[in-house]
Every structure is written in structure tokens, then in C-alpha cells.
């Protein structure tokens, strides 16, 4: 049974030379019951939802809305292509020193962001994100639970982030950050006193980097008061998959995708944001934090 | 980078375009061709970069398709009138695929689109040898075979290429990106005129490489990698930034500088071939260019901004100013006067 499952999971895997086919075609009625891909799932992981392709709408009058917002959306990016980079003026974009990226004002600010903890591996950890008081803020708190659950390949856990939405533009296109006038990022919080790990996510353009993360670490005071934060992109090391790599780069800054921030301890948490900027400080020289001469030449 | 290899790479480059540039039998050519794709692939990923490997690797898919296009156009020649001379390719399938093939080697609309990327992922000097020296093969081959080839595909994507690079490069504000377009919309004006004088086509790309050679040791000197870097060279070599000023206008084609003469030629020439609308069609396109350019020239040398740059290269330039820059600059200004010994040279 289970070899005819794989067998079968085989088939659909490669897509099947004519042979298989016919194998699939004998045996298919046989294991109705078994799905189509494996059936092992993380406990954390959601149960089998609708698949992409199932969740077409073919409502005509609801195609035509989406392609009209689309089509204006196009219209005003080929605008803002004429004022200048961004839709700014080039005097704006020349002379501007600060940014604010993300301001959480409303509700809409806090959909940009996805919030995630280490349910998706079957953890403990609990995470929520909602307006602060008066709605002057957005305040991530929850729970750090760093139980591994037992399923015999982690070894770590405890984790809750939160991740921004990547830009599209019209039509779903990916659309990037250039922050390359600036050289710092720019956070006012106020945390609990517990550190978190900032990453950023250039999206590469091989899939071999698609696991390239930029971190570095934002430790916060926890007193009743406010603080602001710089921590400038000299600082960001490059990791892949959680491992730090041996050569370093500095973080490229005009093809930006997304931004994270974790955490990692049991207990507890809190986090209020105000807002997420950019920086350009003048007084940061540092070009990269890190060596980047080959540490280990052949003899 | 280690100085054997970085010998053994500028010779391969020049051994590849020598190859090719003297070459009769085709695949001579087309070996220069790789030579000069192989050597150039460990400048453009000198950093090892993310963003300079996919150029790199960008850069290696394109030139090897086009090279193996290139192969296949004299294969098909050679199947059909038995001969692999260069000048001697008669066959119409044959030229249309070679036509194809160099447009994607050049960078031509619509086969431009890896030229931008290469370029902001590889170091300012690899940049300039990409825009100059990784054309002259090319632009040596279609020389050879202009009268063969079909002038409607060059044409339709010489007035593309200008429209396009034009275009594309008003919103940037990477300063190699931009010269990426700028390569773009020149290499437009030089496939217009191919099929009606060959001379002309080689005049402009030897004013184009003068001119863009100086624009980007310019760059180099100060490491203007973006417009804002750009805006603060004012305070580090006023001159330099004022030879910035003319050479930009200089490959916009204003008169009466040196950038004014091919493209006056070029006008001139097409309109006695009947051509008018292709001229006003690639006058009106290079528009798009100009404005750019005056962008870079408006950045580098009117603005005044009140800050200073984050970029600690700014405040000291480490080597001494190359002389060429000088020679360079005095001759991408100074050329125009001179036109009737230039057009006697041809």
C-alpha cells in the first residue's frame, strides 16, 4: 500500500513518462483515499487548505472591477515614472535625510504587516498585533514559549515575528525599496527590555539565495519611556537559512524587499512601535562592519 | 585584485577583440567572441556579491546565446554557399539570425534588458569595459557584414533601442544604470546608419567610447555610484566637475561639442537616403536621453546641496586623478571644429 502511495506520488513528482502514466491510470482507483502529495504535515501547520487553483473566481463583473483598480494603478505608476524616482521630485529624493516607511496609525498599517510564531513548527509561542492606546502605536505582544515540540527533527524553538508585506505594485508585481540615499534604519519603541533580531530580505535573483537574511540586533530599554533606536545597515550580517556565513557583504540598499523582527526567550514580551524610518545619519562612516578579506587563503 | 590576473584577463580581452576585429573565417571571430565573454565574467564578479555574481551569471546566459546564434547564422551560411568568409554572407536567414545575434551581444532594444542589470552589479572600470571594449567585436562584425543585411530589423531596432534607452533611464538614479541607457540609445544611433555607411557607424562608437570612457574615470575618481553621491562631488573637484558638466553634454550631442558631430552625419546622412521620418523618429527619441543627462549634469554641477555624503570615499581620493581623464575630456569636447580631417579619415 505504501509503496504503491509512493509510486503514485512518484508518477505525479515527475509528470510522468507514458509508462507511469498507465501505472497511474491501473492503481488510481485502487488508493482513491490517498492524496495527491504527502500527508505529513508540521503539527503546527494549518490542515489542508483550498488549493490556489480552486479558489478561482470566474465571476466576469468582479474580473472586470479587479483589472479597472489594476489598469488605474498602472496609470498612476506611469505618472509617478514622469514626476521622477518614486513619484517623487528628484529634488525630494536628493535632499531628503529621514523616511518614515511604516507608521501604525490604523488599522490598514498593521494589515501590512504578517505577524508569525513558532505555531507553524508545532510550538507554543503566541503572538498578537493591535493598535496601542489611542492608536498611536502598534503594540506586538504575546508569549515566548520555548518547548520543542516532539516531533524528532527540531531541536530549537521559541520564536514570534513580524514581517512586513512585500510592496506590489499593479498587476502583482514586485515592487522594491530603494534606500540607497539612506544608511541607517530608524525605530521608535518601546519594548520591554528584551532583544530582537531585525532582518531584512533583499530578494535575490537565484533561487539559491532565496534563504539570504541581513540581521542585526535591536536591544531595547523597557523603561516608561520612548526610545529611538538607529541601527545602521554597516551592521547587518549576512545569514542563510539561520547560519551565519563565512563571507560577508554588506547589505545592498536599492533593491529591498521586506523587513522582520524576533525574538528568542521564554516569557513574555511586548513591544510597542510608533513608527519605522529611514536614516540617513551623517555621522555613521562605517562602510562594513565586518571583514570581508578572504580568511582563509590557500597556502 | 591579484595583479597576474588581472594582466591575464585585460590581455584575454584584448587578445578576444583582436581575434575577432582582424578574424576572416568565422568561427575565428566567434572564438574571439567567447575569449572576450570568458575573461570579462571574473571582473564583473571581482566582489563576489550576490548582486555581482547575477550579473555575472546574467551576463555569461545572454553573450553565450548570442555567441552560439552567432555560430548557428554562419553555420547556416556556410550549409547553403559552402564558405565561412565573414564579408561574404549572402544568405537571408543566415544574416537575420546574425542580425538578432549581435543586437543581443550589443544590447540592442529589445534584447537590452540584461545590460542594466550587468552593469549595476559590476564595479564602475568593468562597467566602462563592458560599454566599450565588449563592443567593438560586435560592432566589428556587423561592419564586415553590412551590406548583406536586412535593413528593416536595424532600423526598427536602432529607433527601438533609442526610444527605449531613453525611456528607461529617466527614473534612475544609479548612476551605472543610467549609463547603461545611455550605451543603449548610442548603440541606436550607430545600427540606424549601418547599412547606409558602415564609416559612420564606427565614427560614433569611436566618439561614443572617447566620450563615455571620460564620463565614467570621471565617476571612478569620486565613486559616484548614485545621484546623491554625485551631488557632493562639487566640493571634492570642482574642475573635474566642471569637465563632468561637458562631457555629459557632450553625450547628449549638444553642439558645438564632439558628441553633436556623429550625430549630425548620422541625420545627414539618413536624410539623403530618403530616411527623413527614421531621422526625425530617432532625433525626437534621443530627446528622451538628453533629459537624463541634463539630470546628471544638473546633480553633479548646479545643485548645491547643503549636506555631505555618508560615503567615507568622498573626502579623500585615494589615487592620483588619471591623466586620461584630461586627454579624454579635451577631446570629447574640443573634436567638433576639426570635422572635415575626421571626415577625411574615414
Same mark, same amino acid.
Not at chain 1, 510522468?16 to 500527508?39: E, W
Not at chain 1, 513558532?118 to 509561542?125: F, M, N
Not at chain 2, 558645438?256 to 526625425?280: R, S, V, Y
Given at each position: 500500500?505504501?509503496?504503491?502511495?509512493?509510486?503514485?506520488?512518484?508518477?505525479?513528482?515527475?509528470?510522468?513518462?507514458?509508462?507511469?502514466?498507465?501505472?497511474?491510470?491501473?492503481?488510481?482507483?485502487?488508493?482513491?483515499?490517498?492524496?495527491?502529495?504527502?500527508?505529513?504535515?508540521?503539527?503546527?501547520?494549518?490542515?489542508?487548505?483550498?488549493?490556489?487553483?480552486?479558489?478561482?473566481?470566474?465571476?466576469?463583473?468582479?474580473?472586470?472591477?479587479?483589472?479597472?483598480?489594476?489598469?488605474?494603478?498602472?496609470?498612476?505608476?506611469?505618472?509617478?515614472?514622469?514626476?521622477?524616482?518614486?513619484?517623487?521630485?528628484? #529634488? &525630494?529624493?536628493? @535632499?531628503?535625510?529621514? /523616511?518614515?516607511?511604516?507608521?501604525?496609525?490604523?488599522?490598514?498599517? +498593521? $494589515?501590512?504587516? %504578517?505577524?508569525?510564531?513558532?505555531?507553524?513548527?508545532?510550538?507554543? #509561542? &503566541?503572538?498578537? @498585533?493591535?493598535?496601542? /492606546?489611542?492608536?498611536?502605536?502598534?503594540?506586538?505582544?504575546?508569549? +515566548? $514559549?520555548?518547548? %520543542?515540540?516532539?516531533?524528532?527533527?527540531?531541536?530549537?524553538?521559541?520564536?514570534?515575528?513580524?514581517?512586513?508585506?512585500?510592496?506590489?505594485?499593479?498587476?502583482?508585481?514586485?515592487?522594491?525599496?530603494?534606500?540607497?540615499?539612506?544608511?541607517s534604519l530608524y525605530f521608535r519603541v518601546r519594548g520591554d527590555g528584551r532583544p530582537w533580531m531585525v532582518n531584512i530580505y533583499t530578494d535575490p535573483y537565484f533561487s539559491h539565495q532565496k534563504d539570504d537574511l541581513y540581521s542585526y540586533f535591536m536591544f531595547t530599554r523597557g523603561g516608561p519611556y520612548w526610545e529611538e533606536i538607529k541601527i545602521p545597515f554597516s551592521k547587518f550580517f549576512l545569514s542563510s537559512r539561520g547560519r551565519v556565513q563565512d563571507s560577508q557583504h554588506p547589505v545592498w540598499l536599492d533593491k529591498t524587499l521586506g523587513f522582520t523582527i524576533g525574538d528568542k526567550v521564554d516569557g513574555p514580551f511586548q513591544l510597542e512601535i510608533d513608527f519605522i524610518g529611514l536614516l540617513n545619519d551623517r555621522a555613521h562612516r562605517e562602510e562594513f562592519a565586518y571583514e570581508t578579506y578572504d580568511k582563509n587563503t590557500p597556502v | 585584485m591579484n595583479p597576474q590576473a588581472n594582466l591575464i584577463f585585460i590581455t584575454s580581452l584584448l587578445l578576444g577583440t583582436t581575434i575577432t576585429i582582424s578574424s576572416n573565417h568565422w568561427v575565428t571571430a566567434w572564438a574571439g567572441l567567447e575569449i572576450n565573454t570568458l575573461a570579462i565574467l571574473p571582473l564583473i564578479s571581482k566582489h563576489h556579491h550576490p548582486r555581482a555574481i547575477e550579473a555575472a551569471t546574467k551576463y555569461f546566459l545572454t553573450q553565450a546565446t548570442a555567441s552560439a546564434l552567432i555560430l548557428f547564422s554562419s553555420t547556416i551560411n556556410a550549409w547553403a554557399t559552402g564558405q565561412w568568409d565573414i564579408t561574404q554572407m549572402s544568405h537571408p536567414t543566415a544574416c537575420l539570425i546574425l542580425t538578432t545575434a549581435i543586437a543581443m551581444k550589443l544590447g540592442l532594444a529589445p534584447f537590452h534588458f540584461w545590460f542594466p542589470e550587468v552593469m549595476q552589479g559590476s564595479p564602475l572600470i568593468t562597467g566602462l569595459l563592458l560599454s566599450t571594449i565588449m563592443k567593438l567585436p560586435p560592432i566589428a562584425l556587423l561592419f564586415m557584414t553590412s551590406p548583406s543585411l536586412d535593413p528593416t530589423p536595424l532600423t526598427t531596432m536602432a529607433i527601438l533601442s533609442v526610444a527605449l534607452g531613453g525611456w528607461m533611464g529617466l527614473n534612475q538614479t544609479q548612476t551605472r544604470k543610467i549609463l547603461a541607457f545611455s550605451s543603449i540609445s548610442h548603440l541606436g544611433w550607430m545600427t540606424i546608419i549601418l547599412v547606409h555607411n558602415p564609416n559612420l557607424t564606427l565614427l560614433n562608437f569611436y566618439l561614443y567610447s572617447i566620450m563615455t570612457t571620460a564620463l565614467f574615470l570621471t565617476l571612478n575618481t569620486t565613486k559616484a555610484l548614485n545621484l546623491s553621491t554625485l551631488m557632493t562631488t562639487w566640493a571634492k573637484s570642482p574642475a573635474l566637475n566642471a569637465a563632468l558638466l561637458l562631457t555629459l553634454l557632450s553625450l547628449a550631442g549638444l553642439p558645438?561639442?564632439?558628441?553633436?558631430?556623429?550625430?549630425?552625419?548620422?541625420?545627414?546622412?539618413?536624410?539623403?537616403?530618403?530616411?527623413?521620418?527614421?531621422?526625425?523618429?530617432?532625433?525626437?527619441?534621443s530627446l528622451l536621453g538628453l533629459f537624463f543627462y541634463l539630470r546628471l549634469a544638473y546633480c553633479a554641477t548646479i545643485t548645491l546641496p547643503p549636506h555631505t555624503t555618508n560615503h567615507t570615499k568622498q573626502w579623500r581620493i585615494n589615487k592620483p586623478v588619471s591623466p586620461l581623464i584630461a586627454i579624454l575630456t579635451t577631446m570629447s569636447v574640443l573634436l567638433l571644429p576639426i570635422t572635415p580631417m575626421i571626415l577625411a579619415a574615414l
Open positions: 500500500m505504501a509503496l504503491a502511495v509512493m509510486l503514485r506520488n512518484g508518477a505525479s513528482f515527475h509528470g510522468g513518462c507514458c509508462g507511469h502514466q498507465v501505472l497511474l491510470s491501473l492503481i488510481g482507483p485502487l488508493l482513491s483515499t490517498s492524496k495527491l502529495y504527502s500527508s505529513y504535515r508540521r503539527p503546527g501547520a494549518e490542515p489542508e487548505k483550498k488549493q490556489s487553483w480552486q479558489n478561482a473566481d470566474f465571476s466576469f463583473k468582479k474580473g472586470i472591477d479587479h483589472l479597472k483598480t489594476q489598469l488605474s494603478l498602472l496609470k498612476k505608476e506611469a505618472q509617478d515614472y514622469f514626476l521622477g524616482p518614486r513619484g517623487h521630485s528628484l #529634488s &525630494k529624493h536628493s @535632499l531628503e535625510q529621514t /523616511r518614515v516607511l511604516w507608521q501604525f496609525r490604523s488599522q490598514e498599517d +498593521l $494589515n501590512k504587516w %504578517v505577524i508569525s510564531s513558532d505555531v507553524e513548527i508545532g510550538g507554543k #509561542s &503566541k503572538v498578537y @498585533l493591535k493598535l496601542g /492606546r489611542n492608536n498611536q502605536a502598534a503594540l506586538l505582544y504575546g508569549t +515566548l $514559549n520555548t518547548e %520543542v515540540p516532539r516531533d524528532g527533527e527540531t531541536a530549537y524553538s521559541g520564536y514570534c515575528s513580524m514581517r512586513s508585506r512585500p510592496a506590489v505594485g499593479s498587476f502583482n508585481r514586485k515592487k522594491y525599496y530603494d534606500w540607497s540615499n539612506f544608511n | 558645438p561639442l564632439t558628441g553633436f558631430l556623429p550625430k549630425w552625419l548620422i541625420i545627414q546622412e539618413l536624410t539623403k537616403q530618403d530616411m527623413a521620418p527614421a531621422a526625425i523618429a530617432i532625433s525626437l527619441s
